[in-house]
C-alpha cells in the first residue's frame, strides 16, 4: 500500500500544477488510503483539498515544506498540537518577508531552531534538496 507523503498542488507556483481537488481525485484514483500535501510554505491548498478528500475516502494529511535557511524540511501534521505548531513555524517563516522600507516581499525562512521549539505533534521528513 503506499501513500504520498510529499506533494505540491498548483500553489506551489513552478512545482506544481494540479488543484488540491484534482489530486485528492488522482489518489482516489490510485487507490491510496492517504495523501499529504505539502505546498512550500504555507497550508495554501489544505482546506480545499481535506474537503475534496473526504468525499473521495481519502485521509487528508496536512503539511507543508517549509524552508529552513537554504534547505527544505518537509513537516506533516500528526494532531491539533501539531496543525499549531505548523501554523506558527509557517507565521514566523513570512513574518519578516517584507521587513524592508520598500515594501517588497522577500522569500520566508525559519531557523532550525525554530523548528526544535515548535516540534511537538509534527513529523519531519528528510530528503528534500
Same mark, same amino acid.
Given at each position: 500500500m503506499y501513500v504520498e507523503l510529499h506533494a505540491?498542488?498548483?500553489?506551489?507556483?513552478?512545482?506544481g500544477a494540479s488543484t488540491p481537488t484534482e489530486?485528492?481525485?488522482?489518489?482516489?484514483?490510485?487507490?491510496?488510503p492517504a495523501f499529504a500535501l505539502t505546498d512550500h510554505d504555507g497550508v495554501w491548498g489544505s482546506m480545499e483539498f481535506a474537503h475534496a478528500c473526504k468525499g473521495f475516502g481519502v485521509r487528508p494529511? =496536512? +503539511?507543508?515544506?517549509?524552508?529552513?535557511?537554504?534547505?527544505? $524540511?518537509?513537516?506533516?501534521? %500528526?494532531d491539533a498540537v501539531g496543525y499549531r505548531?505548523?501554523?506558527?513555524?509557517?507565521?514566523?517563516?513570512?513574518?519578516?518577508?517584507?521587513?524592508? =522600507? +520598500?515594501?517588497?516581499?522577500?522569500?520566508?525562512?525559519?531557523? $532550525?531552531?525554530?523548528?526544535? %521549539?515548535?516540534?511537538e505533534g509534527l513529523v519531519c521528513l528528510s530528503g528534500c534538496a
Open positions: 505540491h498542488s498548483a500553489f506551489s507556483f513552478l512545482d489530486l485528492a481525485a488522482a489518489a482516489a484514483a490510485h487507490g491510496y494529511i =496536512t +503539511g507543508a515544506e517549509l524552508t529552513v535557511g537554504k534547505s527544505h $524540511l518537509t513537516l506533516l501534521v %500528526e505548531n505548523l501554523c506558527r513555524l509557517l507565521t514566523v517563516a513570512h513574518a519578516h518577508t517584507r521587513d524592508n =522600507t +520598500g515594501r517588497t516581499s522577500s522569500q520566508p525562512w525559519a531557523t $532550525l531552531e525554530q523548528v526544535e %521549539e515548535h516540534a
